[in-house]
């Protein structure tokens, strides 16, 4: 039996939507100098402002050279970058990384204006206006295969677009195989969870939201979860809401034990458990005795080909026209690119009114 559930939604039932990036590469080498201004063969400035996190917790501007572009690929002046919180290892100093990290790393959330070409990309020109996939993007500028690139139709002019974890959300969506009249529970709802649960009540699922914060749970009611319940009573909340049978699919999106232990507690039987979260930071341990004797579907719903991220890009720019996905309220704190350090001790602390943070460059 499905939990009870109204859907608060006026819009009409999400059409069928084809349901944090690979490791990004933070030793990539980008020279970096105080050279002084000047032109590049393009007409562009030679050099840009880049951040570079130059120890735990420690961020400079400095003056980089501006890469141009080879024949397939696009330079791209940056507009702003999401910050996510797969940044978050790098800021903290976690053992596996080296320091200084290259400039504009680990900036990956990137949209922005075409500046100049390749010899051979032949889909853009100067001024599009353009989402992107790359990981130098904490810059003035960053360079993109043009296949890593999509345009913006101009109905978003002036309005943030991280592509890459809107990308995220739709392709996570994708693979849960939510369908109308499931019960889905969203474990964490911060930027990723809040828009996971905007697409399964569109679907006509009854979606429970868990968090830790209130501000989460509520922000969840305004996506159109029908139930929310606080993380520390989720197993017993769940399980009183479902009359003991729990949910047919968890999607689990924080990258944390806790979390992700609670997620396979309150999947049913036979049920589906999505791992949304980027467990990033060493091992985890699982109930394998309750994960065999229920039977889950285990999935995890992280992808690494960047032709997949720019489907889910597409999709996700679809689903903003129609209205089904609103982002524009998640963005709640906005940073210059001097202050990528603030931003980043934001996102580390997730004060109360806290979703999402974007740099703007």
Same mark, same amino acid.
């Given at each position: 039996?499905?939990?009870?559930?109204?859907?608060?939604?006026? /819009?009409?039932?999400?059409? &069928?939507?084809?349901?944090?990036?690979?490791?990004?590469?933070?030793?990539?080498?980008?020279?970096?100098?105080?050279?002084?201004?000047?032109?590049?063969?393009?007409? $562009?400035?030679?050099?840009? +402002?880049?951040?570079?996190?130059?120890?735990?917790?420690?961020?400079?501007?400095?003056?980089?050279?501006?890469?141009?572009?080879?024949?397939?690929?696009? %330079?791209?002046?940056?507009?702003?970058?999401?910050?996510?919180?797969?940044?978050?290892?790098?800021? /903290?100093?976690?053992?596996?990384?080296?320091?200084?990290?290259?400039?504009?790393?680990?900036?990956? &959330?990137?949209?922005?204006?075409?500046?100049?070409?390749?010899? +051979?990309?032949?889909?853009? /020109? @100067?001024?599009?206006?353009?989402?992107?996939?790359?990981?130098?993007?904490?810059?003035?500028?960053?360079?993109?295969?043009?296949?890593?690139?999509? @345009?913006?139709?101009?109905?978003?002019?002036?309005?943030?677009?991280?592509? /890459?974890?809107?990308?995220?959300?739709?392709?996570?969506?994708?693979?849960? #195989?939510?369908?109308?009249?499931?019960?889905?529970?969203?474990?964490?709802?911060?930027?990723?969870?809040?828009?996971?649960?905007?697409?399964?009540?569109?679907?006509?699922?009854?979606?429970?939201?868990?968090?830790?914060?209130?501000?989460?749970?509520? $922000?969840? #009611? @305004?996506?159109?979860?029908?139930?929310?319940?606080?993380?520390?009573?989720?197993?017993?909340?769940?399980?009183?809401?479902?009359?003991?049978?729990?949910?047919?699919?968890?999607?689990?999106?924080?990258?944390?034990?806790?979390? %992700?232990?609670?997620?396979?507690?309150?999947?049913?039987?036979?049920?589906?458990?999505?791992?949304?979260?980027?467990?990033?930071?060493?091992?985890?341990?699982?109930?394998?005795?309750?994960?065999?004797?229920?039977? $889950?579907?285990?999935?995890?719903?992280? &992808?690494?080909?960047?032709?997949?991220?720019?489907?889910?890009?597409?999709?996700? %720019?679809?689903?903003?026209?129609?209205?089904?996905?609103?982002?524009?309220?998640?963005?709640?704190?906005?940073?210059? $690119?001097?202050?990528?350090? &603030?931003?980043?001790?934001?996102?580390?602390?997730?004060?109360?009114?806290?979703? #999402?943070?974007?740099?703007?460059?």
């Amino acid at each position: 039996m499905n939990a009870k559930c109204e859907i608060g939604i006026a /819009e009409p039932a999400a059409p &069928e939507i084809p349901h944090e990036f690979s490791p990004r590469s933070e030793s990539a080498e980008r020279p970096h100098t105080s050279y002084a201004d000047v032109q590049s063969s393009s007409g $562009l400035s030679a050099v840009m +402002r880049a951040a570079v996190v130059t120890a735990p917790g420690r961020v400079e501007i400095v003056k980089t050279a501006i890469t141009e572009p080879g024949p397939d690929q696009l %330079l791209v002046r940056v507009e702003g970058c999401g910050v996510c919180a797969s940044n978050l290892p790098i800021w /903290e100093g976690k053992p596996w990384f080296t320091y200084p990290i290259s400039p504009g790393a680990p900036g990956h &959330e990137a949209w922005g204006r075409v500046a100049n070409i390749g010899n +051979r990309v032949r889909d853009f /020109e @100067k001024g599009d206006r353009v989402v992107i996939i790359s990981s130098h993007a904490y810059a003035e500028y960053d360079i993109c295969d043009a296949g890593c690139a999509l @345009k913006v139709p101009s109905v978003f002019n002036g309005q943030p677009m991280p592509g /890459e974890p809107l990308g995220c959300a739709m392709n996570i969506f994708r693979r849960s #195989k939510i369908s109308k009249g499931d019960t889905v529970a969203i474990v964490g709802v911060g930027f990723l969870g809040a828009l996971l649960t905007r697409l399964a009540t569109a679907t006509g699922a009854c979606v429970i939201a868990v968090s830790r914060r209130s501000v989460a749970l509520s $922000l969840a #009611k @305004k996506m159109g979860a029908a139930h929310t319940v606080p993380l520390a009573g989720a197993i017993e909340g769940i399980d009183n809401l479902t009359n003991n049978r729990f949910c047919d699919v968890v999607i689990e999106c924080t990258g944390k034990q806790t979390p %992700l232990n609670i997620a396979g507690e309150i999947t049913r039987e036979r049920g589906r458990l999505v791992v949304a979260g980027y467990h990033q930071d060493g091992p985890r341990e699982i109930n394998m005795q309750l994960w065999n004797w229920r039977g $889950l579907d285990v999935i995890n719903a992280h &992808e690494r080909d960047p032709r997949v991220y720019v489907s889910g890009i597409r999709r996700a %720019l679809r689903a903003i026209e129609t209205g089904i996905l609103k982002p524009q309220p998640l963005y709640t704190h906005f940073f210059p $690119l001097e202050k990528l350090g &603030e931003a980043l001790n934001a996102a580390a602390s997730r004060p109360d009114d806290f979703i #999402k943070a974007v740099i703007t460059i």
